[in-house]
């Protein structure tokens, strides 16, 4: 369950750094809002398994 | 004359300026005339080529002169997106940022094709920053406002576009749609936008936004205004690597055919939760219309949207990651703070994203070998206001500017072709959108419908009531 383990609090604090991102309080809040946002996306996405053959679309055609 | 030209189509001006009953510099006059008295109120337009308009139409008349064949859009008006390369223009993308960028040397290949057919290109138009939006908000220019209803929200990215084409400024703009860019805007103001499949239309000269999701394409106050600025556009373009060889056929010599034997089925679950019952009733009206009872499901649709999301997320972030660094003060707060989110979200996550669109590519597919067009929403509710951050959906208190595109992001996802349709009701001032979706490649089938259905009355794209 990502929303329980994902913590974006300290995805901030370890990552704004790590990319050279200095952020104003209220920004560091709004990325925090955004992120949490994301982990949800990514609850519902990842909540069924993929096989491990699927190939990925990174480069997409229709 | 030229007035009430130019508050029709795009269509019916070539056919006057060919005829000779008009000159375009006529048009091109009013047109600018227009954008004078109209803009300060729209929001619509961030720049205005007025020399470059006027030295156009003035060509278009003097090949008539001579003879010359004019083409289908002859001396008709048309703007673009300002994330469209206007030579001499800088590309602002909806950004401060990026007005510190030289001026294009050359047009993007879409103005170039729209020229060749007689089109004259009268300016650049508001966005949302570096197309990061669903609103037609901007902090650097002020927002595009619905020319519906100004204290409402033209939808975005592609704000101005709408604002220009629904505000009665031109027949046709060009927006581009990542998430729903085209379709959100129409669906607000009251339009008929294109997103055309992935890989049709040449995206060489914009500025990029999420590369493996980015579309471009037309927004008009009727559909064979669409189709004939689409097949304008048509055509191999080397310079945008994810151009697919796909053989293109024009769909407006088709569009009379009529829609006799299609098989269109609306999209039931996801596309019939979160939605207000004005959402519900434009479809509900488009379905009976067609007589489509049958309601298919389109699988993983939830799971598509999102897998759009974080893709845009982390896309757009690499892209914007060292203006991240250097500029962060000079971008929009809103805008800023997704992308540098964006960049935190773990690379598991958007490989998944990638790994279920193929999937949910191949399941659609399946599909459509029963069904020949499905429709959906376009947007969850009718334009909000300007200043509304925040909107109810399924009971549920959700931010407007990440959710307006619940309906549009999925289909995008995997580059379908959409028709978006204006519906009205009797007494509400604004309209609401129905998506027309066809298989890859099948725009002339989602044009198809959107024609006969603008034919029998059923949508309809009227240029607002401003003077």
């Known amino acids: 369950m990502i929303a329980k383990t994902f913590d974006p609090e300290g995805v901030v604090n370890a990552m704004a750094p790590l990319l050279g991102l200095t952020l104003t309080a209220d920004s560091r809040a709004q990325t925090i809002v955004h992120l949490r946002i994301a982990a949800e996306q990514a609850e519902k996405l990842l909540s069924v398994p993929l096989d491990d053959q699927q190939e990925p679309a990174p480069v997409f055609t229709a | ?316 972030a690499a892209l914007h990651l060292a203006r991240l660094r250097e500029r962060a003060q000079d971008f929009d707060p809103e805008v800023r703070d997704r992308l540098i989110a964006g960049a935190m979200v773990p690379g598991a996550w958007s490989a998944q994203a990638q790994k279920f669109r193929r999937q949910f590519h191949a399941a659609t597919l399946a599909l459509f070998r029963d069904v020949d067009i499905l429709l959906a929403p376009a947007t969850p509710c009718r334009a909000p206001r300007l200043e509304q951050t925040t909107f109810v959906l399924d009971g549920r208190e959700m931010l407007v500017r990440p959710n307006i595109g619940l309906f549009t992001q999925p289909i995008s996802f995997i580059g379908l072709p959409v028709v978006a349709a204006p519906v009205w009701t009797e007494g509400e001032k604004l309209p609401i959108g129905v998506q027309i979706i066809a298989a890859p490649w099948r725009e002339d089938l989602a044009l198809r419908v959107a024609w006969a259905l603008e034919r029998d009355g059923v949508v309809r794209a009227p240029a607002a009531g401003l003077s």
Do not use: W
């Open chain 2, 1 to 316: 004359m030229s007035a009430a030209l130019v508050d029709g189509t795009a269509e019916a001006i070539a056919g006057a300026v060919r005829s000779g009953a008009v000159s375009a510099r006529e048009i091109a006059q009013e047109t600018l005339n227009r954008i004078e008295a109209r803009n300060g109120a729209l929001g619509a337009f961030t720049e205005v080529t007025v020399k470059r308009a006027l030295a156009k139409a003035d060509a278009i008349d003097t090949a008539r002169v001579r003879g010359e064949n004019l083409g289908p859009l002859a001396g008709a008006p048309f703007a673009v997106k300002n994330l469209f390369d206007v030579e001499g223009l800088t590309t602002r993308a909806g950004s401060k940022i990026n007005r510190d960028h030289p001026p294009a040397k050359a047009d993007a290949t879409m103005i170039t094709r729209l020229e060749a057919a007689g089109g004259v290109l009268v300016g650049a138009l508001n966005m949302g920053e570096y197309a990061y939006d669903f609103t037609g908000r901007n902090v650097h220019d002020g927002p595009s406002r619905n020319p519906h209803d100004l204290e409402h929200m033209t939808g975005g990215s592609s704000g101005g576009s709408a604002a220009a084409v629904a505000g009665g400024l031109v027949p046709v703009a060009l927006g581009s749609d990542t998430n729903g860019s085209i379709r959100v805007p129409s669906s607000f103001c009251g339009l008929f936008g294109l997103k055309p499949t992935y890989g049709r239309l040449s995206r060489a000269g914009t500025f990029p936004f999420v590369a493996s999701l980015d579309h471009v394409g037309p927004l008009a106050r009727s559909a064979g205004d669409l189709a004939l600025s689409y097949d304008s556009m048509l055509g191999r373009d080397d310079r945008d690597p994810a151009q697919a060889d796909e053989p293109a056929a024009a769909a407006s010599p088709t569009l009379d055919v009529g829609i006799a034997g299609l098989r269109i089925a609306r999209l039931g679950g996801y596309f019939a939760r979160s939605a207000d019952p004005s959402a519900i009733s434009a479809v509900n009206t488009i379905a009976r219309a067609l007589k489509a009872d049958r309601v298919v499901e389109l699988t993983g649709a939830d799971r598509a949207r999102s897998a759009a999301y974080l893709i845009t997320m982390v896309e757009g």
